[in-house]
């Protein structure tokens, strides 16, 4: 087996007396693109969230059991910490409106005030947009703000916004969901050229997208992991009643 | 057939009747407001020339003298209580719109609308007992305090009202990156919602240039040109005070041009105000 990630152990999510995930055993490996699917209100976000620790913010938000990223538990290092370990990309895109493209790009760096040099900025920037995809269309007007982008590009802003701290891994929360299905095609090539750099966390509506771009896929169902496993396996032979019933769109 | 159609026509007709009704109103509300304008001018104009502008106030028998020390009395006295009220006003706005609800949030909502509903010459006396009395002297500073708190109100909830309209997504951005949430809010929240607090604060000044009764007993007013905060100093509400209720005619004069002054500059503060709003809007 390849090395695992992040692990879940027993994970119990709340939103106050809520409970919106239920013994959560999960085990994501490195360099694949694993996907997080299920109907609506099955905690998928929530999942998401309780990677990078995002979850305990929203009120009443609370997480009990193990989170392990590598060999370190993941509830015990400090939530910036983790956060600037693991990067994320949100439903809709959510580029800064106040900076320039260029700086979006570094906005980790600029508002944690770590110090970088010009050169090295300049490189992170190039490198990063690259890599989103996105340095072709934008290397011209890199100082303009980022806004006036179609959504799509904007949201290849937000993925290289995220590569710009080398996370260990990202999340990524439907970021499709928003964008037409050309701006969506041109995302999920890019998500799985980014799999040999970057671990990748999808959460998806979409069991399309799901097939096209993960290498493993979990279902979730009112807040259980109901099946997890290789891709092709899960959608061909799933295990579980309920996979199947999901798969061939009995609900959800 | 026929029923749909009269049915039409009449909804037609209800539809212009209504929307003549509207015209008319806006008109009516109107009317006072390029009433005052227009009379204030015709009055104000002729007596706002240069030296009028640059001059100070001579003694009465005297001809011509102007109001050069009160225009910059307004400006220093203004300017000082933006000064003062734009930190804690802003905190507060912040404070409100970050924390939503509890206690010290009831309460400082609360206090806020009391202020608002303030008597300004209450606010006036508050300042004079704070700092004129103990300093035994009346005082441009004395009316820059009161001031500034008749500006916080106007501050607080613009800069509230400003950060509430600001998607969580952004807040949710930059803490994903694992921004402390006090630079979230210092560089990220603060900055989107410059243009609305800085709207609203223009605003505020707009409102305080004009206020007389504050100044009464704080900065008192002064026929010299004066820099000194923590000496009595002249403002332009206090000169139409003075001057409109003197008996001298050549007084009522300069009050009338006084008057014209201080209300452009009040228009002015406005049309920058809208001017800024559109000018520093940021799109999401």
């Not at chain 1, 937000?158 to 996370?167: N, W």
């Not at chain 1, 969506?184 to 090539?189: F, K, L, P, V």
């Not at chain 2, 209504?18 to 227009?38: D, E, K, R, Y």
Request: aromatic fraction near 10%; hydrophobic fraction near 45%.
């Amino acid at each position: 087996m390849e090395d695992k990630i992040l692990i879940t152990e027993k994970l119990y999510a709340y939103y106050g007396e809520h409970c919106v995930l239920k013994d959560v055993n999960l085990e994501i490996p490195k360099f694949k693109i694993t996907a997080i699917m299920g109907p609506s209100g099955c905690g998928k976000t929530t999942l998401l969230r309780c990677f990078n620790r995002l979850h305990e913010l929203s009120p009443g938000g609370r997480i009990e059991g193990q989170i392990w990223l590598g060999k370190t538990n993941l509830l015990s290092l400090n939530p910036i910490m983790v956060r600037r370990k693991i990067g994320m990309v949100f439903q809709r895109p959510n580029p800064f409106p106040t900076m320039s493209i260029y700086d979006n790009v570094i906005a980790g760096y600029k508002l944690n005030g770590i110090k970088i040099k010009r050169e090295e900025a300049d490189q992170i920037v190039e490198t990063s947009l690259k890599k989103a995809a996105l340095w072709n269309e934008v290397k011209d007007f890199l100082h303009r703000k980022g806004t006036f982008l179609s959504g799509g590009q904007q949201q290849r802003l937000c993925i290289a916004r995220a590569l710009a701290m080398h996370p260990e891994a990202l999340l990524l929360d439907e970021p499709t969901s928003a964008l037409d299905p050309k701006s969506t095609a041109h995302i999920e090539e890019l998500i799985i050229e980014l799999k040999d750099s970057v671990t990748i966390v999808i959460v998806t509506h979409n069991i399309g997208q799901a097939g096209r771009v993960a290498d493993y896929t979990a279902f979730l169902y009112l807040g259980e992991l109901v099946e997890f496993g290789p891709t092709e396996r899960l959608f061909t032979a799933p295990k579980d009643k309920r996979t199947e019933e999901y798969l061939s769109g009995k609900f959800g | 057939m026929k029923e749909i159609e009269r049915n039409c026509k009449k909804r037609l007709f209800l539809n212009w009747f209504v929307q003549a009704l509207v015209f008319v109103i806006t008109g009516l509300s109107l009317v006072p407001l390029f009433f005052i304008l227009f009379y204030l001018t015709k009055q104000g104009i002729g007596s706002v020339n240069w030296s009028f502008l640059t001059h100070l106030p001579r003694p009465v028998g005297e001809s011509g003298g102007g109001v050069l020390n009160a225009i910059i009395g307004t400006l220093i006295i203004a300017s000082l209580s933006t000064i003062m009220a734009i930190p804690i006003g802003v905190t507060a706005g912040i404070y409100l719109a970050e924390k939503k609800t509890g206690k010290l949030v009831h309460l400082l909502r609360l206090s806020t609308d009391i202020l608002q509903s303030t008597p300004s010459i209450v606010l006036g006396v508050i300042a004079y007992l704070w700092i004129v009395k103990p300093a035994q002297s009346f005082s441009a500073f004395s009316g820059s305090v009161a001031l500034a708190m008749m500006m916080l109100p106007t501050i607080v909830s613009s800069t509230e009202e400003t950060l509430k309209l600001i998607p969580y997504t952004l807040k949710e951005a930059s803490l994903a990156l694992g921004v402390p949430y006090y630079r979230t809010v210092l560089k990220v929240i603060l900055p989107s919602g410059i243009s609305g607090i800085l709207t609203g604060t223009l605003l505020g000044i707009a409102r305080i240039a004009g206020e007389t009764a504050p100044l009464l007993f704080t900065a008192f007013g002064s026929p010299y040109l004066n820099f000194n905060l923590f000496k009595p100093m002249n403002a332009l509400p206090l000169v139409i005070f003075n001057y409109a209720s003197s008996p001298y005619l050549e007084w009522w004069r300069q009050a009338w041009g006084a008057s014209f002054i201080l209300i452009v500059m009040v228009l002015c503060f406005n049309l920058l105000a809208k001017w800024g709003a559109s000018k520093w809007k940021i799109k999401f």
